[in-house]
């Protein structure tokens, strides 16, 4: 993603970042003006986006295997679940494959429709069982299975069983989106796995 940065350094600053998504535009932008407020000039601070790749969990790219591409995001509220599915379906003209597990109960219950709205913005839809909080006692008026439902996706009860679904369903062409505070990411890693033992088959 390239762009060019205007504020109170002249002339505009351009920018070209290895990481998809406006909101991480927005980021670089703080960055830049940050650096610009304790007198490092924008235009070299912004020499550092070019081998920036990103942190881990955060659209993390896991590997690619037949025409399959996984992707890991810690994202576990609606508004960071709509950015990561955005910034994922900007860069692929494939399908954008979503698994989610909800962290905490506390949390599905008070955004719930917003989750379904959110996970809604994705092409497919699967929903694993909600990380536990020892702290929270399950819901099931607003779990995992609900949200699954109300989603128009399907309910996994963790990350294996999600991650052996999405081998069954998921196509060339295809980005899978692990998304998740919890203990999910070994499902994409998992899937990888099954993927790749396919493709040697």
């Known amino acids: 993603m390239s762009f060019h940065l205007t504020g109170p350094f002249e002339p505009a600053v351009p920018v070209a ?20 407020a304790f007198g490092v000039p924008a235009s070299a601070a912004a020499q550092g986006f070019a081998t920036f790749t990103g942190t881990e969990r955060r659209l993390e790219e896991l590997g690619t295997a037949l025409g399959i591409t996984v992707v890991d995001d810690y994202a576990h509220h609606p508004a960071e679940i709509r950015a990561s599915i955005a910034a994922v379906r900007a860069r692929t003209s494939g399908r954008v494959v979503v698994l989610f597990q909800p962290h905490t109960p506390s949390r599905l ?31 099931e008026r607003a779990g995992a299975r609900a949200l699954a439902l109300r989603a128009g996706g399907a309910y996994v009860t963790d990350a294996v069983a999600g991650a052996r679904a999405l ?6 062409g295809d980005v899978v989106l692990v998304l998740g505070a919890g203990d999910i990411r070994p499902a994409g890693e998992r899937l990888l796995e099954l993927l790749r033992e396919r493709a040697t088959v």
């Open 167 to 172: 081998a069954e369903q998921a196509r060339p």
């Open 17 to 36: 970042l290895r990481l998809a998504g406006a909101h991480n535009a927005l980021n670089a932008a703080g960055a830049l003006a940050a650096a610009d």
């Open 109 to 139: 219950r008070a955004f719930f429709d917003d989750f379904v709205q959110a996970l809604r913005t994705a092409d497919v839809r699967m929903v694993a069982e909600t990380f536990a909080s020892a702290r929270e006692a399950p819901d």
